[in-house]
């Protein structure tokens, strides 16, 4: 199940074609305050790249296959995604523009892929293969006034968190530092609403600080 959840918050898909896409970022959240963001695509190839833009609402971001909802106009899942399809030349950048259509009273879960269109492959020789990479981003939109609530308990060589709130606890900016001053940096953590995550710890002992942002408030935890 964690697989599958980090494959959908993270994972990339990746076709076969030409050109060579970036995106600005892999996660989006958006909130009463914010109900609108955007994505940035990026053409880092030589080659004109022909983009489409797929929408689909992840209704059980733990289930092992996902269970996803998708639909012509993607407003009707409550997200409005634009354009659908992009032209871009070498070197340019397209926006993605992301709008939450409803406010919700739980998370609620989308995945944005954005997809290279295979065109007549080039080759001077009778056999070319190209290829390049299609990426999924995770958009994410949080019911107003929702709070995460952390907990965490140290056993050997990891901590286990808790979430005991009503929607997704993030947590950046972590480390862990021993008696010594040793420090190491922990990666970003997400946990859903009522789940928990068991966290490998990179030193034998010390402190675990985090920060947790959940839209526009953060709160500095130690554990």
Known sequence: ??????????????????????????????????????LFAHNEGDE????????????????????????????????????????????????????????PDQDRFYKVTVVPVTGALQSDQSVGVKVMIGYSAWVFIRPEGARPVLEGSRREGELL?????????????????????RCERLEPVRVLAGQSKSLPLPLADGEVTFRMVWGNESLDLVF
């Open 161 to 181: 968190l808790r979430n005991a709130g009503d929607t997704l606890a993030r947590l950046v900016r972590g480390r862990q530092c021993d008696a010594h001053g």
């Open 1 to 38: 199940m964690r697989q599958a959840l980090a494959t959908l918050l993270f994972g990339a898909l990746c076709t076969s074609a030409h050109g060579a896409l970036r995106l600005s970022d892999f996660f989006v959240e958006l909130h009463g305050a914010q109900r609108g963001d955007a």
């Open 48 to 103: 004109v790249l022909y983009l489409e833009v797929r929408v689909e609402e992840v209704l059980d971001p733990l289930a092992d296959p996902p269970n996803v909802r998708q639909a012509d106009d993607p407003r009707s899942l409550g997200l409005l995604v634009s354009p659908q399809r992009l032209v871009l030349q070498p070197g340019e950048e397209g926006r993605i523009r992301t709008l939450a259509m409803t406010q």
